[in-house]
């Protein structure tokens, strides 16, 4: 044990276990680490307050830092990540985010490694092609919100054994980018105004304006200067007291938060999941957008959605 060379996710996981309570025995007995070589490691996670459960777990660099630099050794520069390296690439080339994928391989591989370890993987892909810079727009807080379907993924009921194809509705407050998704089987009238109901309920409010990027259920003739509007969705409207913005047609500075909030699910939650019924579907995406969608630091805002 005393020549065998240690990762960075070696480091982690006996910290993990350490967080976990396992004694420096029993890791040891687990051929993981020498002991006394865990004992070195614990005194100074001790020192550095990382074994509280409480506390964040330190990334790949600071691992580095205080182990293999203390040792002489040179940093290991083979990632973490490695066995899954075609399999990141792949998702990658498919448009999902970093943060998708670093919590795919945690939930479904028991990838224990930072979020920073996949960060700087994509980025290496990233900086082979120019990013796209999106357009900022400027709203005022309740001022409006965008709205527009989505192509979903075709759900096979785990009970029935029926497969069916689906949409998810994306209704986003342009102030703070909040949003409601619903998983829908159709993208009829009556799909469209329950939609917004519902998404009404959810932020608890209605906003003054909203901008759709004239669907069918909603838009009978699109036009610049004169958009006929659904006698159904017109009521709606008139009933809940906000006002209907149909984009322009080809004009794609309007519907900018459009297109990204369905880039977004389309990106950031469909991948890597299953869905059992529509309802599964639904309730996964109601925790999905109250959680990570919710919490992240948005890249336009620099907010959180839901403190914003």
């Not at 967080?19 to 051929?31: F, M, T, V």
């Not at 796209?132 to 029935?160: C, M, N, W, Y």
């Not at 998404?199 to 200067?225: L, M, Q, Y």
């Not at 109601?286 to 336009?300: D, I, L």
Request: hydrophobic residues 35%.
């Amino acid at each position: 044990m005393t020549n065998r060379r240690f990762e960075m996710y070696h480091y982690r996981q006996i910290l993990v276990r350490m967080r976990q309570g396992d004694s420096d025995r029993e890791i040891a007995r687990s051929k993981a680490m020498g002991r006394r070589k865990v004992a070195k490691v614990r005194s100074v996670a001790a020192g550095l307050g990382w074994l509280s459960p409480d506390s964040t777990l330190p990334d790949d660099a600071t691992l580095a830092a205080q182990f293999d630099c203390r040792e002489g050794l040179p940093v290991s520069c083979v990632s973490t990540l490695e066995p899954w390296r075609g399999q990141i690439a792949q998702w990658h080339a498919q448009g999902i985010q970093g943060t998708t994928i670093h919590a795919a391989l945690a939930r479904n591989h028991g990838y224990m490694g930072s979020y920073s370890s996949v960060h700087r993987f994509v980025r290496q892909l990233l900086a082979e092609s120019p990013p796209d810079v999106p357009l900022r727009l400027d709203f005022k807080p309740g001022e409006a919100a965008q709205v527009d379907f989505g192509s979903g993924p075709a759900i096979t009921h785990a009970f029935t054994g029926e497969a069916f194809k689906t949409w998810f509705f994306v209704m986003t407050l342009c102030w703070s980018r909040h949003q409601y998704v619903e998983m829908v089987r159709d993208q009829s009238s009556v799909t469209w105004l329950a939609c917004h109901r519902r998404a009404f309920e959810w932020f608890g409010g209605v906003p003054g304006r909203v901008i759709i990027d004239n669907p069918k259920c909603a838009i009978t003739r699109a036009s610049i200067h004169d958009p006929e509007v659904q006698r159904a969705y017109a009521d709606c409207a008139e009933g809940y007291g906000f006002r209907i913005d149909p984009c322009p047609p080809r004009d794609p500075q309007k519907k900018g938060i459009v297109e990204s909030g369905v880039k977004y699910v389309k990106r950031g939650f469909l991948p890597l999941r299953e869905f059992r019924s529509l309802a599964d579907a639904n309730r996964q995406a109601a925790e999905w957008v109250m959680g990570e969608a919710g919490n992240r630091c948005h890249g336009t805002t620099r907010e959180k959605p839901l403190t914003c």
